[in-house]
């Protein structure tokens, strides 16, 4: 057999640091929850009936990912960038139909990640009915830390926080998660085969608001780690 040769040189295999461990985590695709935490499906204006909805996703390129720690610039097309602090979790293990029994046993582990979007252009094609892709699949906008291998535990508390500049904006806690890991997991292997590698980020509390060129952004999930970010100016 002959091997393929390409035109030019493919895209990396994208991926992330994994705590005491000299071996990265590979990315197979990232996965978005919409609402997910109450007080922020309220302050967007849309709240969430547990008891008549299902939860809803949305997806991002793994070509969007950036290490904790980075600084991007300020991106295109936007006058309004905002940050949504979230706890990432990371499948470690494939299912498709999963029970929520069944769940816990693809959990690889956790990360803090910073879902950061174009809200101006996201609320723009929220409210013509068009796709989210230019407010949600920005370039450099899915930031993760270091993956924490915690296998089949379900984070179901810890404070969430994250400030900018140091000036505290958003702070929870994953017990207010509207659907939890467990939920999250079997609802998502009903439309998806979940491979090794795919990232979940579960939503953000309230508190999300606008970065400008120079801010740094400082967040903790309790019992999982640290992020940062630094926003740069516009290219
Ligand atoms: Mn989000």
């Not at 979230?86 to 470690?92: K, P, S, T």
């Not at 494939?94 to 693809?106: N, Q």
């Amino acid at each position: 057999m002959t091997a393929a040769t390409y035109l030019w040189t493919p895209p990396p295999v994208y991926s992330l640091p994994v705590r005491g461990r000299s071996e990265r985590l590979p990315i197979h695709r990232l996965f978005f929850v919409g609402r997910n935490y109450h007080a922020h499906a309220v302050e967007m204006g849309r709240p969430v009936d547990k008891s008549a909805e299902v939860p809803f996703y949305f997806t991002k390129a793994p070509s969007t990912l950036v290490e904790s720690g980075a600084t991007v610039a300020y991106p295109p097309g936007t006058a309004d960038y905002q940050h949504e602090m979230e706890l990432v979790l990371a499948i470690g293990a494939p299912g498709f139909r999963v029970s929520e029994a069944d769940a816990p046993g693809l959990i690889y582990g956790y990360a803090c990640g910073l879902d950061m979007t174009r809200r101006d252009l996201q609320l723009a094609a929220r409210e013509k009915g068009r796709p989210w892709d230019l407010g949600k699949d920005v370039e450099q906008s899915s930031v993760v830390s270091e993956i924490v291998p915690m296998p089949q535990a379900v984070l179901s508390q810890g404070a969430l926080s994250m400030a900018v500049n140091g000036t505290v904006r958003q702070q929870s806690d994953l017990s207010k998660l509207i659907w939890n890991i467990p939920e999250l997991i079997a609802d998502l292997s009903r439309y998806y085969h979940l491979q090794p590698g795919d990232l979940v980020f579960t939503g953000t509390p309230e508190g999300v608001g606008p970065v400008q060129a120079g801010d740094r952004i400082e967040g903790r999930i309790e019992g999982v780690g640290t992020i940062a970010l630094d926003i740069g100016p516009a290219e």
